[in-house]
């Protein structure tokens, strides 16, 4: 009997160590956001990084069209890392709608820093007139011990 109660203990014990690691991952994870705004368009985007961040997840992006100017808006990620500098698919506003958002990941190496861009796009030719970069969102965990 004294054999159960103590491993019944101990169980608990370890319980209530190794379920908030596991249950949260706000306990694994941090995340940075930034925003661009102009009269024309606006852009969000939120990076959640892991503990080990070869993977970014997820992201959370958000644009918005706010003129009738005939330029489309469109918004990337731009990531520093061990693969170098990426620039990301470009996703635009569909036509017809003043907002879209989409939530993603990717995986590239370690990133040291992310930031996005938001574009306008030549509704008819496809060509990008103009681009406004968000600050640098930069990895929060130090690996420099590693």
């Known amino acids: 009997m004294r054999r159960k109660t103590s491993l019944v203990a101990t169980a608990a014990a370890l319980a209530t160590v190794v379920t908030p690691l596991l249950a949260s991952p706000a306990a694994a994870a941090s995340g ?7 009269n024309s368009y606006y852009g969000r985007m939120v990076i959640g990084w892991g ?5 970014l997840d ?11 100017d005939g330029y489309v808006v469109g918004i990337r990620l731009v990531t520093n ?16 709608q003043t907002s879209a958002s989409w939530t993603t990941s990717l995986q590239a190496g370690w990133i040291d820093n992310a930031y996005f861009e938001v574009c306008k796009i030549g509704a008819g ?10 600050g ?7 690996d420099s011990s590693v």
């Open 32 to 38: 940075t956001e930034d925003t661009v705004s102009t």
């Open 125 to 134: 030719s496809g060509v990008i007139a103009s681009c406004e970069a968000s």
């Open 81 to 96: 890392g061990e693969a170098g500098h990426k620039v990301w698919k470009m996703r635009t506003v569909p036509s017809g």
């Open 51 to 55: 503990i080990n961040p070869y993977r």
């Open 136 to 142: 640098v969102m930069n990895n929060p965990f130090d």
């Open 58 to 68: 997820p992201i959370r992006i958000t644009a918005q069209d706010r003129a009738t």
